[in-house]
């Protein structure tokens, strides 16, 4: 089951510069520490804005989806979703016409397990297995 909703992916070309124009919209903006996830060849960090986070995604060489993806501009791409048990999470959404894309750990949720899926809109869903 969805718990709550932590945060909104957006594609960066640079964390550092999102930061900064992220600081002149909400100067109290707490930055989280910058993650490399080296399974997905991306660095993030997250910009707290009162209880949700704005995840800068920064993709590195090799990861040449999000490269594509950021060439055409899209900003926001993706909404990451607290739920409490991720398997029957995934095994229900995917009954229901979602599409797994993959399965990881990621550091930048402790080591826990996360998934990406498509939904029959084609938006991209992060599952975050909850502590």
């Not at 919209?25 to 707490?30: I, K, M, S, V």
């Not at 660095?43 to 995604?57: L, Y």
């Not at 599409?99 to 996360?114: D, H, M, Q, Y």
Request: charged share 25%.
């Amino acid at each position: 089951m969805v718990t709550s909703l932590h945060h909104v992916g957006c594609l960066v070309e640079s964390i550092d510069e999102a930061i900064e124009d992220y600081r002149i919209l909400h100067p109290a903006g707490e930055v989280s520490e910058i993650y490399d996830i080296e399974d997905q060849k991306v660095k993030v960090c997250f910009f707290t804005i009162g209880t949700v986070h704005v995840e800068f995604v920064e993709p590195r060489a090799g990861n040449e989806p999000l490269l594509n993806m950021l060439r055409k501009k899209p900003g926001f791409y993706h909404i990451g979703l607290y739920v409490s048990d991720i398997q029957t999470e995934i095994e229900r959404l995917e009954a229901s016409g979602y599409r797994k894309i993959n399965v990881f750990k990621s550091e930048a949720f402790n080591g826990r397990l996360c998934s990406f899926l498509y939904n029959n809109e084609m938006h991209l869903i992060e599952l975050i297995e909850q502590a």
